[in-house]
């Protein structure tokens, strides 16, 4: 089976642009999770989706958002992009409450 | 004070040495999870656990829920396991196994 995959990998965007990200699970996978991992700030948990609800939300502001389409395909938008905004960006998705499996990343750089 | 604490920050070892990292959080968890991450950002899920001990290969994960305390070994180390270990935990309140929260990670350099 193909991996979870990140489409782009690296993104340069500058403040005030918005951005979207997408993920695309393993095949059969219904649950996505997002994650953001800066150098201060770690880990740090967005959302997760699962047949295309969103399931649980991380403690970002709304600029952050996201959704899952019906082919458990998922993409996460960020508006008017801060400085602090710029991270790698991962999902993972995974099969019934079991192991996630971790995407690549998205890195992204705003200036 | 951060809910999942890890220790040590930095190990570094030469190869054939036993390993141990620890994880302690301070909340009621669904679910405790330790990944693995190698330099260039990508992720791997070595375990996720909710009681007693889970082995895979040289890697073992144990976790004590009354002490709120898990560990991870590495038997006989090798310089491919240079890496940073991170333990999450999924809060009880979280309703899902996904939603974590991370322990800083532990840098390992096991050295040849």
């Known amino acids: 089976k193909a991996g979870v995959t990140q489409t782009p990998r690296y993104l340069i965007k500058t403040r005030g642009q918005q951005v979207t990200l997408s993920c695309s699970p393993i095949s059969g996978h219904r649950s996505v999770s997002w994650y953001q991992q800066t150098p201060g700030q770690g880990l740090q948990f967005l959302f997760e989706y699962f047949s295309e609800t969103q399931r649980n939300k991380g403690n970002f502001p709304g600029r952050f958002s996201g959704r899952q389409f019906s082919n458990s395909r998922s993409e996460m938008n960020v508006s008017t992009l801060e400085l602090g905004d710029s991270a790698l960006y991962l999902c993972a998705s995974s099969f019934m409450g079991e192991t996630q499996y971790f995407g690549p990343g998205t890195r992204l750089l705003v200036l | 004070k951060n809910e999942v604490e890890q220790s040590p920050q930095n190990l570094t070892a030469q190869e054939g040495e036993f390993i141990t990292i620890n994880c302690s959080y301070s909340?009621?968890?669904?679910?405790l999870h330790w990944l693995q991450q190698h330099p260039g950002g990508g992720i791997v899920s070595l375990f996720m656990?909710?009681?007693g001990k889970k082995k895979h290969g040289r890697l073992i994960a144990t976790i004590n829920i009354q002490e709120k305390h898990s560990s991870l070994h590495i038997t006989a180390s090798h310089p491919r396991d240079s890496a940073v270990y991170i333990c999450a935990v999924s809060p009880n309140s979280g309703g899902s196994n996904y939603k974590l929260t991370f322990g800083k990670g532990t840098l390992l350099t096991v050295n040849p």
């Open positions: 909340v009621g968890i669904s679910a």
């Open positions: 656990l909710s009681s």
